[in-house]
């Protein structure tokens, strides 16, 4: 059971463009989701924090105008990426906890975006 | 803030050897502790977590760890490692004063060698 699945696994686009990313609870309803940034061989670091019917909470330094975040279901969340620039080729993954309070969250596997 | 350290960025292993990979966090009244693995280009799989109990959690596949309260660490040990268990392993920690928000280490490779 709890199973993230996000989509596309993987992504090219050209500078300038936009890239929606998809992130699905498939056996769960997550009220809120997450949504990480990965550089190659570091940690993961929060973007935003996706709740649903509201609108998502930003980590200081993140663009919200840039990555924007829809939590339109308790069982999906998008980000998009607008206006992509060559910088904001990296690893997206989302995630959404199964429950309240402690439980874990439970991660997709990440969608790497490359804009060329 | 809450702060997670794994104080190795890259642990070489040979196969059937014991690996440790620590990990400490800033202090906090109530906090929970998660490792997770993650293997190239897919997202975060839990490998295994405390919450409350006992201080010594264990995982399915050979892993545990140990919650040590006084030295805020949460270290991960193996006594024998296989060649499937080289990936990127990642702790961290959920800090109740801060809205259950998780916040990762920097990460620790670990490449086993045969």
């Known amino acids: 059971g709890a199973v993230v699945s996000q989509h596309p696994s993987r992504v090219i686009c050209k500078s300038g463009t936009s890239v929606k990313i998809e992130c699905r609870s498939l056996?769960?309803?997550?009220?809120?989701m997450f949504w990480y940034r990965q550089f190659p061989k570091q940690s993961l670091m929060l973007m935003a924090t996706s709740n649903e019917g509201s609108k998502a909470t930003y980590e200081q330094g993140v663009e919200k105008d840039k990555f924007l975040i829809n939590h339109a279901s308790l069982t999906l969340s998008t980000l998009t990426v607008t206006s992509a620039h060559p910088e904001d080729s990296s690893f997206y993954i989302c995630?959404?906890?199964?429950?309240?309070?402690?439980?874990?969250?439970?991660f997709g596997n990440g969608t790497r975006l490359t804009v060329t | 803030a809450q702060s997670v350290t794994q104080l190795d960025s890259q642990v070489p292993v040979f196969e059937e050897a014991p690996v440790e990979l620590r990990c400490n966090y800033s202090s906090s009244v109530s906090v929970y502790l998660f490792w997770y693995v993650q293997y190239p280009n897919q997202g975060l799989q839990l490998l295994l977590k405390?919450?409350?109990?006992?201080?010594l959690v264990e995982s399915i596949n050979g892993f545990e760890a140990e919650f040590n309260k006084s030295q805020t660490s949460f270290h991960l040990r193996k006594p024998s490692v296989h060649i499937s268990d080289t990936a990127e392993y990642f702790c961290a920690v959920s800090d109740l004063d801060a809205g259950n928000k998780l916040t990762f280490g920097g990460g620790t490779r670990v490449l086993v060698k045969p």
């Open positions: 056996d769960f309803q997550a009220t809120t």
């Open positions: 995630s959404a906890r199964d429950g309240t309070g402690p439980s874990p969250l439970h």
């Open positions: 405390y919450l409350s109990g006992s201080t």
